[in-house]
């Protein structure tokens, strides 16, 4: 298994809170990538890196902001959270491109009431 | 506007016969597809891929065929197997957008014995 690490695994916060989830792996890829899943959306794009300080907004990022420091470490933010966006997040590396095989972590799932 | 559609939200097919999930896209400059498997509070995991310059991909158990004239992939797998069932999407990629992957909204699939 990619060696892909989220936390927290689940959390429960209230409208209007910050919120900051995080991506860790140790593959050392290029590519790592935040994606929403939602029932009858699939897997939705927010924001993606191609390297270290260089990031991308995805599909769905208005809300969201990210942050990548270090290879490691892709953070995904929500700065003041609403119930639209309760999701399921996961976080996914690869080693160039998309076109490469993206792996992904085990999720974070987000609650806001 | 949905330009990767899974219309088939759900799929029951009994062991040992042939699971077909198809996938239609829009975007006549997508050129890359793969199919993803996701079990429950796990990640989703790469399964196959296919160019466009291909019209079949083989890989044991699973095949993916792409009609470019249709602008439909669909995934074979045979024999199934109870450990198949799972949500399966598929994605795709265009030209000139190397770093963003599309995906469908899924297809659960049940195997029974």
């Known amino acids: 298994d990619a060696g892909i690490t989220q936390s927290p695994r689940h959390k429960v916060t209230e409208t209007g809170t910050p919120v900051t989830l995080r991506c860790h792996q140790t593959?050392?890829?290029?590519?790592m990538y935040w994606y929403r899943q939602d029932p009858g959306h699939g897997l939705r794009l927010i924001h993606y890196?191609?390297?270290?300080?260089?990031?991308d907004k995805g599909e769905v990022s208005d809300g969201y902001s990210v942050s990548r420091s270090k290879t490691e470490d892709f953070l995904l933010t929500l700065e003041s959270a609403t119930s639209s966006q309760t999701s399921v997040y996961f976080c996914?590396?690869?080693?160039?491109?998309?076109?490469?095989?993206?792996?992904f972590g085990p999720g974070t799932r987000l609650t806001v009431l | 506007d949905q330009q990767v559609k899974q219309n088939s939200p759900s799929l029951s097919v009994q062991e040992g016969r042939i699971s077909i999930l198809n996938c239609d896209y829009t975007n006549s400059m997508f050129d890359y597809f793969l199919w993803y498997k996701k079990y429950p509070a796990e990640g989703p995991t790469f399964l196959i891929s296919?160019?466009?310059?291909?019209d079949k991909n083989e890989d044991g158990r699973f095949t993916v065929f792409l009609n470019k004239s249709a602008k439909h992939l669909s995934l074979h797998i045979v024999p199934s197997q109870p450990g198949d069932s799972a949500v399966y999407f598929c994605a795709a990629k265009g030209l000139g957008n190397t770093d963003k992957l599309i995906f469908g909204t899924g297809t659960r699939l049940q195997v029974f014995p």
């Open positions: 996914a590396i690869s080693e160039r491109d998309s076109t490469d095989t993206q792996y």
């Open positions: 593959e050392n890829h290029r590519y």
């Open positions: 296919i160019s466009s310059i291909k």
């Open positions: 890196s191609y390297g270290v300080k260089d990031t």
